[in-house]
């Protein structure tokens, strides 16, 4: 029996090259009323182009609210945010949700959806939404995905430190104006609080950050976190350190992916006297690099990888797609005279 179903791009593809390009309205409706038992997942797919209205897709949530939905992805490509029905709140056996692009107001009388496991959130939200509130009415959850909503008044750290079983985070930082940065001490004593991580993505690409009062370092490692994905602007002497911070913390580390930024056009280089731990980073086994340009402080960094960690196997490197072939010669050519602590370890310039 017919229980998933994904509209997804290739769904609304097929049909504009059938009879059924204008009728796709007509044609999930008739899906799902003709389905009979449970639905378990249900995944849509809005483009700018296709013509829907929001009247319908109400209706669809309203008919799915029922049926023991536990999986629920709604990606809306529109400029126009998607208002979402009540009626997604009373889905309360939901595992899996993703919105994108969607206005997200729940009624007073919802607490959260305690099956909860993953949560993927690019909403906009109501200022006096208390997000923490919600996430601690979510206590199963192990995978959390924000974007922009760690800001000042919307999610406080102690609030996400309460998510005691979670294992992958995601989060995506934004200044709140021209004169308000992020402060790093923020971060570590978020991370502080969740020992049982696994993978880890921040992304500081559209927000700078600041010491924050007092050099604050991790008050303790890490063992369970394998995975670290860094968007950051390196040739910021302090985010440099901050990742060194970083990456030090988590000594169990098996795939390390860091995307450079250039957002800040100012360079202050940091001074590349880190103390090498040999041998360190033990697990450690694959290295990507996306958008470098050769400066100092990236290879600064690349020498410390290389030097601990004994048992690497590759660093990719995608550089910055308009960096001069000379640059990158002489990029390609610093990297050869580091020292490997890995005898097999290859670096690769795509």
């Known amino acids: ?16 090259k059938t009879q059924g390009k204008n009728n796709h309205v007509r044609i999930i409706s008739r899906i ?3 389905l009979r038992g449970s639905i378990t ?39 126009t945010l998607l208002n ?5 709140f009373s889905c309360l056996e939901l595992e899996h949700l993703k919105l994108y692009n969607c206005y997200f107001n729940p009624p007073p009388t919802f607490h959260g959806f305690p099956n909860l496991l993953s949560l993927d959130l690019f909403v ?22 924000m974007d922009g909503l760690f800001e000042v008044g919307k999610v406080k750290v102690v609030e996400i430190a309460k998510l005691e079983n979670l294992k992958i985070l995601s989060l995506k930082f934004y ?16 991370l502080g609080s969740l020992p049982k991580l696994q993978e880890l993505d921040l992304d500081f690409q559209d927000c700078q950050l600041r010491e924050g009062g007092a050099k604050k370092r991790f008050s303790t490692v890490f063992p ?36 450079t930024t250039d957002l800040y056009d100012v360079q202050t280089h940091a001074i590349c006297s880190q103390e090498v731990e040999y041998n360190t980073m033990e ?5 990507t690099f996306e958008y470098l340009k050769g400066s100092e402080n990236e290879v600064c960094l690349i020498k410390y990888l290389l030097a601990c960690s004994p048992f690497l196997k590759s660093i990719v490197i995608r550089p910055y797609s308009y960096l001069a072939y000379g640059k990158k010669l002489m990029f390609a050519t610093k990297l050869l005279n580091l020292y490997r602590a890995s005898p097999v370890v290859e670096i690769s310039i795509s």
């Not at 029996?1 to 504009?16: A, E, R, T």
């Not at 009247?55 to 609210?65: G, N, Q, T, V």
């Not at 200044?175 to 978020?190: K, N, Q, R």
Request: glycine share 2%; net charge negative.
């Open 1 to 16: 029996m017919l229980s998933q179903l994904v509209f997804d791009d290739d769904f609304f593809k097929y049909l504009s």
């Open 32 to 34: 799902l009323h003709h």
């Open 41 to 79: 997942k249900f995944v849509l797919f809005l483009d700018d182009v296709l013509v829907l209205d929001a009247k319908h897709i109400r209706r669809w949530i309203r008919f799915l609210s029922p049926k023991g939905i536990k999986d629920l992805s709604i990606n809306n490509s529109d400029v």
């Open 84 to 88: 979402l029905p009540t009626h997604l």
């Open 124 to 145: 906009e939200i109501e200022e006096d939404f208390e997000v923490g509130k919600f996430l601690t009415g979510c206590p199963l959850l192990e995978d959390l995905t």
């Open 175 to 190: 200044d709140l104006d021209d004169t308000s940065v992020m402060s790093s001490s923020t971060i570590f004593e978020l």
């Open 224 to 259: 369970c976190l394998k995975a670290l994905k860094l968007s950051i602007y390196l040739d910021n002497g302090m985010n440099l350190s901050r990742a060194f911070e970083l990456i030090r913390s988590f000594p169990n580390l098996q795939t390390l992916e860091i995307t």
């Open 283 to 287: 697990l450690l086994r694959s290295v």
